[in-house]
């Protein structure tokens, strides 16, 4: 029994063990293809050196490690961290470096990647260029993560006397390089990330590819051409380019414009260390080229991003609105009444631009016929109640107090219905007030009162005739009766009344059937009925008025058969028939 119960937990063993290799399995994936990738974008960096210095204009190999680090995630951070480490140091190896500089270089490299990816992931929509606090939030954490590790490269530079320049000459290369190689490339890897539900449509790739082709040629023809002596016309091509971004964000995906961001990064460092173009002009010193070439780099990338938050966060504010409206429009499909908006101008024409599609079933008019002029529902409304309606408009437009009004209006198909509106007044920005609220159809209420005043009418009536006639046998028992017999006498009479009442409040005073009442009033001598009291004679229904007044008659005569009559004696008989001709005879 032991042995068969250790099988779940040995299945548990291997299933944890079995995910343990996997997760295992996919980092040292991850590290690899980042460690090939940043040796690859290391190579790109050394043979784009600016000639005759040596100068790097950018790392690509930052940015690759710092976009895969955001793009998978903080889960991710070792794996990308090994992958840098090693890389460098077998790219500096290969490039005649000591073994312990390149192990620094490694720390510094992994570490920069590292610190970027904790930056922006600190903010869950930061890094996802959603909107222009994401922006400024990458270029914060580039600029910190690189100028931190700039520092302490600069310094193993110094320690280890690999460099004769001075530190914080060092430092501001590094620090450059690795910012423009992350402005250059991050943003790609990041952009993998975006829409990841929505499939990306054929036009949508078409245009995209369009964009950055031109953004290519743009580019292309700006940094190579050969028209630099006119002072006019430098800055003309680079002008051309700011459109093609303005493209890419409002039209495209974020990965297209990040596509070309890099392209256009790639054809000003080609320019540099090619020496064509005003990039590559021999009569300028490389260090002003150079920096010239970042700036541009980083000015272009700057505006692209923010461009693209800019139309990302409207376009998120867009499909917030129409979730919001779609969830509106089915809230006011729902509702038990008219949601509407009543707009009066300044030179008193009245619309409604909004009125919920209830609008029809209750007031007979769709929301278009309204929207433009509310003439056809004031039309409507009952000749007794418009002159109130406007009143009540004019009061609540000079107090901008709340509107509210109960009037009859004439529907198409259903005639005459009771309406009762309630609304808020605002006043806008071009002196127009727009009254926000509620309308529903109250026919059915109007009807329910009338009918309970009515009822109410009516009881009032029976109260003070049943009153009277307690009045009245009050005063004909009193006259009858010796005081001491008054409270019986008395009681009995009641009870006989209020066997009456309670038959006709069953049928809502509709009327009794005459046995009914007989036998309700002969109820103490039911033990009778069918022996020594028959009862003959068809179906009769009574009146209210003769069902009380016949209901005492026979409660009268039962009373005087019982102590005088037939059924004072044990053998006696009564017999109770009616019949029906052209008056009832009982």
């Excluded at 071009?430 to 009338?450: E, S």
């Excluded at 009822?455 to 010796?482: C, I, P, S, Y």
Aim: aromatic fraction near 10%; hydrophobic fraction near 55%; charge should be neutral.
């Amino acid at each position: 029994m032991k042995q068969i119960a250790a099988w779940p937990a040995l299945d548990v063993l291997d299933r944890t063990s079995a995910g343990q290799v996997k997760r295992a399995a996919k980092a040292v994936f991850w590290a690899v293809l980042v460690g090939v990738l940043y040796f690859v974008g290391a190579r790109v960096g050394l043979a784009f050196l600016a000639k005759p210095e040596g100068v790097a204009v950018f790392w690509p190999a930052s940015g690759i490690a710092a976009g895969m680090l955001v793009r998978l995630g903080r889960q991710a951070t070792l794996p990308v961290f090994s992958g840098v480490f090693v890389a460098t140091i077998a790219a500096n190896l290969l490039g005649d470096r000591n073994l312990s500089l390149a192990v620094v270089f490694g720390f510094c490299n992994g570490g920069e990647a590292s610190l970027f990816g904790w930056l922006l992931a600190r903010d869950r929509d930061g890094h996802q260029f959603d909107n222009l606090k994401g922006v400024l939030r990458f270029f914060l954490a580039l600029a910190l993560s690189t100028a931190m590790m700039a520092v302490v490269a600069a310094l193993a530079i110094r320690l280890a006397g690999a460099s004769h320049a001075e530190f914080v000459t060092i430092w501001q290369m590094w620090w450059a390089s690795d910012a423009i190689g992350i402005v250059a490339f991050a943003p790609m890897f990041i952009a993998l990330a975006d829409r990841p539900g929505e499939p990306l449509l054929r036009e949508e790739f078409l245009e995209g590819t369009l964009v950055v082709a031109a953004l290519t040629v743009a580019a292309c023809t700006n940094c190579f051409t050969s028209s630099l002596d006119a002072a006019w016309w430098q800055p003309v091509p680079f002008a051309t380019i700011f459109p093609l971004l303005l493209w890419a964000a409002a039209r495209c995906r974020t990965i297209f414009l990040a596509v070309g961001l890099m392209v256009v990064a790639l054809v000003i460092v080609l320019a540099v260390t090619a020496g064509h173009g005003q990039f590559g002009n021999q009569s300028i010193p490389i260090g002003e080229r150079v920096f010239a070439a970042r700036v541009t780099i980083a000015s272009f990338a700057f505006c692209g991003l923010v461009l693209i938050a800019v139309f990302n966060d409207r376009r998120t504010t867009l499909d917030a609105m129409r979730v919001s409206e779609q969830r509106f429009s089915r809230l006011a499909a729902t509702a038990p009444g008219i949601i509407y908006t009543f707009r009066l101008d300044k030179d008193g024409r009245r619309t409604i631009p909004y009125a919920s599609p209830t609008l029809t079933p209750i007031m007979g008019l769709t929301p278009a016929e309204v929207r433009d002029s509310a003439d056809a529902a004031f039309v409507a409304i009952h000749p007794h109640d418009v002159g109130n309606v406007n009143a009540r408009i004019v009061h609540s437009l000079r107090d901008m107090t709340p509107f509210h009004a109960q009037f009859r209006y004439r529907h198409p198909t259903r005639g005459e219905i009771w309406l009762e509106g309630h609304s808020n007044p605002v006043r806008e920005a071009d002196g127009a007030v727009m009254w926000h609220g509620f309308m529903q159809d109250i026919t059915a209420r109007k009807v329910a009162d009338a009918r309970l005043g009515m009822l109410m009418g009516e009881l009032d009536h029976r109260a003070k005739n049943l009153l009277a006639v307690v009045q009245a046998v009050a005063f004909h028992t009193a006259a009858e009766e010796n005081p001491n017999q008054f409270a019986d006498t008395f009681n009995l009479r009641i009870a006989s009344l209020a066997a009456s009442h309670d038959l006709l409040t069953r049928s809502a005073w509709e009327g009794v059937d005459l046995a009914t009442l007989i036998r309700s009033q002969l109820g103490h001598f039911a033990h009778m009925l069918g022996t020594r009291i028959i009862l003959e004679g068809p179906a009769v229904t009574l009146k209210a008025s003769a069902a009380q007044a016949i209901g005492m008659a026979l409660h009268e005569l039962a009373t005087n058969a019982s102590k005088y009559g037939a059924l004072a004696s044990d053998e006696g008989e009564v017999r109770i028939a009616w019949s029906r001709g052209d008056r009832l005879a009982i």
